[in-house]
C-alpha cells in the first residue's frame, strides 16, 4: 500500500505544542501563587502532577505523530474535562467563583487547539464550548458578561480559526499531491511515447515500406502496418485523456479522438465533456462496440461517423455508418439463436448506466446507434 505521505498539519501540531508549553509553565506558576488559598493544597499538587504528567505525554504523542487520530484528542477532552471536574474538591465555592477555574483557563484551550486541528473548524468549535461548560459547571453559575470576561469568544474563535487553517493546510496538500500525480503521469506519457516511436513505429514503417517493394501478397500485410502505423502515431501526438481537478471525471472527447482512424470520422464540440470515470468508459465500450460490428459486417468500403453532443443534463453519441445495413428481423433471429453480442455489449452497458441504445437500420441504408447516458449516470443492478 502506498504510503499516505508528510501530514500537512504537522507545523500546526508543533506549534500547538508550543502552545502547550507555555500553558504549563503560566498554570505552575498560577499553582504556586495560589495553592495556599486552596482547600486541599496537597491533592492540588498531585493533581498538577497528572496535568504535567498528561501534558508531556500530549506532546510527544503530537510531535511524533502517533497521537494524531481522533480517539486520542477525545482522550485529552474528557481529561481536561475532569480536571476542571476537580475545582470544588480542590477549591472552596468563594475562591472558585472570584478566580479563574483550576487549573487555568489557558492551559484548558490545549484540547481546543487539537480538536481544531483534527476535527477542523466545527469539531474546534464544538470542543471550545464544552471546555466553557465544563468552566462554568465547575464555578457553579453561568456568567455570559462579554465586556468583564470573553474567555467563551477566545475559546471559539480559536477552535474556528485554527479548524480552518488545519483545513486549508489538507486541501491545499491535496492539490499539490494531485498536481505531483498528473505531473508524473505525462512524465511517463512523455516516455512511452519515445519509446513507442523509437520502436513500434518504426518497424512498421519499415514493414510497410518493404511490403509495399516487394508487392504481390505481402501489400495487403503493408497496407495494414501502415494503418497500425498511422493509429499509433496519432495516439503519441493526441493530448491524452483530461481528467478534472478532483480526478473522478473525464472529457469524453479525449476518448472518443483514440478512435479516430481512416474509417472513422469524429464530430466533436469545441467545449470539454466531463463525464465520471466509470460511465466514461462504459460508454466508450459501448461506442467500441458500434465501430467494432460497422468493421466486421457494414462491408469492406464502409465509413463510420461519430457525433458527440452534450446536452446538458445528458450526453449521446450517435454512430452511424454507410454500410450494408441490417435486414429486417436479422436480430430478432440472433436473439432467437442466442447471439445475444449487440444486446449485452451495446443495450446491457447503456441500460446499467441508466441510459439507453437505439439501433435505426435497414437493408442497404446503413446503421446508426444512438447512446444516450444521464449526466452523472451510475451503474445500476
Known amino acids: 500500500m502506498a504510503s499516505p505521505g508528510p501530514d500537512p498539519t504537522a ?37 498538577f502532577a497528572v496535568l504535567l504528567g498528561w501534558s508531556a505525554a500530549c506532546a510527544a504523542a503530537y510531535l511524533r505523530g502517533f497521537g494524531r487520530r481522533p480517539a486520542w484528542v477525545i482522550a485529552e477532552i474528557v481529561i481536561v474535562v475532569l480536571l476542571m471536574a476537580s475545582n470544588p474538591i480542590v477549591t472552596n465555592p468563594q475562591w472558585a467563583s472570584d478566580n479563574q477555574t483550576w487549573p487555568t483557563t489557558l492551559w484548558a484551550s490545549n484540547p481546543t487547539i487539537s480538536a481544531a486541528i483534527q476535527f477542523g473548524p466545527v469539531g474546534g468549535t464544538l470542543t471550545g464550548l464544552i471546555v466553557m461548560i465544563a468552566n462554568f459547571a465547575a464555578k457553579n453559575y453561568f456568567a455570559l458578561n462579554l465586556g468583564h470576561n470573553a474567555t467563551i469568544i477566545i475559546e471559539v474563535a480559536i477552535g474556528a480559526a485554527l479548524g480552518m487553517a488545519a483545513q486549508t493546510a489538507r486541501r ?32 512498421l514503417a519499415l514493414v510497410a515500406r518493404r511490403g509495399h517493394e516487394i508487392g504481390g501478397a505481402t501489400a495487403e500485410l503493408a497496407d495494414l502496418a501502415s494503418e497500425q502505423e498511422r493509429a499509433l502515431r496519432r ?11 478532483d ?124 447512446l444516450c447516458v444521464p449526466r452523472g449516470g451510475e451503474r445500476h443492478g
Not at 181 to 201: F, K, P, Q, T, Y
Request: net charge negative; proline share 3%; charged share 25%.
Open 11 to 47: 507545523p500546526l501540531w508543533r506549534a500547538a505544542q508550543v502552545f502547550r508549553l507555555v500553558s504549563c509553565v503560566y498554570a505552575l506558576g498560577f499553582q504556586i501563587a495560589i495553592n495556599p488559598d486552596l482547600r486541599r493544597p496537597m491533592l492540588g499538587w498531585v493533581l
Open 172 to 203: 491545499a496538500h491535496e492539490e499539490l499531491q494531485r498536481a505531483a500525480r498528473l505531473s508524473a503521469a505525462v512524465a511517463e506519457r512523455e516516455r512511452l511515447s519515445r519509446e513507442v516511436h523509437d520502436g513500434a513505429i518504426q518497424v
Open 235 to 245: 495516439w503519441v501526438t493526441s493530448a491524452g485523456i483530461d481528467h478534472d481537478g
Open 247 to 370: 480526478g473522478k471525471t473525464v472529457d469524453f472527447r479525449s476518448l472518443l479522438r483514440r478512435r479516430a482512424s481512416d474509417r472513422v470520422s469524429l464530430s466533436l464540440p469545441g467545449t470539454p465533456v466531463p463525464l465520471a470515470r466509470s460511465v466514461a468508459a462504459e460508454l466508450d465500450a459501448a461506442v467500441g462496440n458500434a465501430l467494432d460490428n460497422v468493421g466486421a459486417h457494414a462491408g469492406p468500403d464502409a465509413q463510420a461517423f461519430v457525433l458527440l453532443e452534450d446536452l446538458g443534463n445528458s450526453v449521446t453519441v450517435c454512430v452511424r455508418d454507410d454500410g450494408v445495413g441490417i435486414a429486417t428481423g436479422r436480430l430478432q433471429e440472433a436473439a432467437r439463436q442466442g447471439r445475444l453480442g449487440i444486446s449485452k455489449s451495446i443495450v446491457g452497458r447503456l441500460t446499467s448506466l441508466g441510459g439507453s441504445a437505439e439501433l435505426h437500420t435497414g437493408e442497404g441504408d446503413g446503421t446508426e446507434w444512438e
